[in-house]
């Protein structure tokens, strides 16, 4: 039998906005990972803009939703992930997530043109075309938004620091190169491209991340990125310099 104390911490009360016009996500979310961790929600709709008003007022917050548990405030759903213990509340917010997802699905592309291409993923075949096209999806990233891109890099691209106009060349040449090497053509082009490219970017990172020791945010899935600067950056670059090199020796 739960005791009293117990039974108040699987209670949670929770008041979003619900209305005709907006339906608050976060609120939806919350809903979702309390009922996820076993607690009996009391669901209150805010379904006004002056029914929301009040209830800021009353309580003295700035946002909705907010959950209560325990008759104690938690917040809202970022609040409500900490106290449960789903983030870290001294996180930087860095992570590597968008590039390891975007390698994955790099890999599993690789795969299915390869199985398309030659019947099998059982080829070493596997391994340039991923790079080439985790070239294309890394291109994509940054051509979303190269003013952002390109003032990310000059943090530490020691060449775009000389030459700043490269920030904004590199997502294309990138694309280009990655493009060409996934079709099989054009080593002439591509080769040199990424040869260039990927020596640069390995030295720059090299430098920043081991010599100077800097903490920074790698631009290497875009300009808001949160993936830190470091040894995943700098296997990008040298997987370009390697593929430039296979793909040179292979077509002569």
Not at 200 to 226: H, P, Q, T, W
Request: charged share 20%; proline share 3%.
């Amino acid at each position: 039998m739960k005791d009293d104390r117990q039974t108040d911490r699987q209670t949670a009360t929770l008041y979003r906005m619900v209305m005709p016009d907006h339906l608050c996500p976060f609120g939806l979310k919350a809903k979702d990972l309390l009922e996820r961790e076993g607690f009996e929600v009391e669901d209150h709709h805010l379904e006004t803009r002056e029914e929301t008003d009040r209830f800021k007022d009353r309580e003295n917050v700035e946002t909705t939703p907010q959950v209560y548990i325990g008759g104690q405030r938690i917040g809202g759903y970022v609040e409500l992930r900490v106290h449960l213990g789903h983030d870290d509340a001294e996180d930087d917010g860095k992570s590597y997530r968008p590039v390891i997802a975007l390698f994955a699905m790099a890999f599993a592309m690789s795969m299915a043109l390869c199985l398309l291409s030659f019947g099998t993923v059982l080829t070493i075949m596997v391994l340039p075309k991923f790079v080439a096209t985790a070239m294309c999806l890394l291109a994509l990233q940054k051509l979303q938004d190269v003013e952002s891109f390109s003032t990310m890099f000059l943090n530490y691209d020691l060449l775009a620091r000389r030459w700043v106009r490269y920030g904004k060349i590199y997502p294309y040449a990138e694309g280009l190169a990655g493009v060409l090497m996934l079709a099989g053509v054009a080593t002439w082009l591509s080769a040199p491209v990424a040869f260039f490219i990927g020596t640069v970017g390995a030295v720059s990172v090299f430098k920043a991340v081991y010599i100077d020791k800097r903490e920074l945010k790698c631009a290497c899935v875009g300009g808001d990125s949160n993936v830190p600067l470091g040894f995943i950056s700098l296997t990008e670059n040298l997987m370009m310099v390697a593929m430039a090199i296979w793909m040179t020796a292979t077509a002569l």
